[in-house]
């Protein structure tokens, strides 16, 4: 690998979801959040979780290689239900450490660290994808690495912030875990509908394609939205 590439790679994989973390928790007017605990977030999902998510997925992978004897049937059912699963349940995680837990005592809390535990993980993934597209040439690598810097990247952050704000809900009204498992499902479900529009040729890939970038765009604006309104209700 040139040392152009190398820089292009590490940029594209690793600024966009910083400047992602940051416009998130500056999206806070009142009482933002400390970076400590943004940093936690951001290298849980980009260290633990990932190492966590492969490991569970290839785990769960190989029970069910058994079941299909089509790879194309086992590769959507992994696009579709065990990395949304698997991904899922390894991220929101960060808002378990001592560092980040003791932090969430306001209602958007949950939403902001979720977040950013969603684009730690996207920075590795993109930097793995990325060492693969650099095989089909330079401008194919820009292409598919542009649109993961913008798709999988908010696909993760609006995804995780989901579960990430249910966990925040049971912290701050001391309610049973278990009621963060509605958010966790419909984090699995806005998860898996991406990745099924980018795995599935349904009207042109073009098309299918522009309609999942649409999806998370408009996710990521019903976060935010939610961040402020409950920071101004915190006001």
């Known amino acids: 690998m ?3 590439e ?18 998130i928790r500056n999206t806070e007017k ?15 999902g980009a260290t633990i979780a990932i190492v966590a998510s492969i490991i569970l997925e290839l785990i769960l992978g190989i029970s069910l290689a058994i079941s299909f004897d089509d790879g194309n049937i086992l590769g959507l059912v992994t696009a579709i239900i ?5 991904e899922e349940l390894t991220k ?35 930097l793995l994808y990325g060492w693969c597209f650099l095989s089909e040439g330079l401008f194919v690598f820009l292409v598919l690495i542009i649109i ?29 875990i278990l009621r963060v498992l509605p958010f966790f499902i419909l984090a699995i479900f806005v998860h898996a509908f991406y990745n099924f529009l980018v795995s599935l040729d349904i009207v042109g890939l073009v098309i299918s394609l522009f309609v999942a970038l649409i999806f998370v765009a408009i996710s990521i604006h019903l976060v935010r939205n939610k961040i402020k309104s409950l920071d101004m209700l915190n006001r």
């Open 92 to 126: 929101p995680l960060a808002l378990r450490t001592k560092t980040v837990k003791k932090e969430l005592d306001e209602l958007e809390d949950g939403l902001i660290y979720g977040a950013v535990a969603g684009l730690g993980f996207s920075a590795t993934e993109n």
């Open 82 to 86: 065990i990395a949304p699963f698997a």
């Open 148 to 176: 993961r810097s913008f798709g999988g990247c908010l696909l993760h952050a609006s995804a995780t912030a989901l579960t990430g704000y249910g966990y925040g809900k049971t912290i701050i009204r001391r309610k049973s």
């Open 6 to 23: 190398t820089i292009l790679l590490f940029s594209f994989a690793f600024l966009p979801p910083i400047l992602y973390a940051i416009w």
């Open 2 to 4: 040139h040392l152009l």
């Open 30 to 44: 009142y009482n933002r959040e400390k970076w400590k605990p943004i940093i936690v977030c951001f290298l849980w």
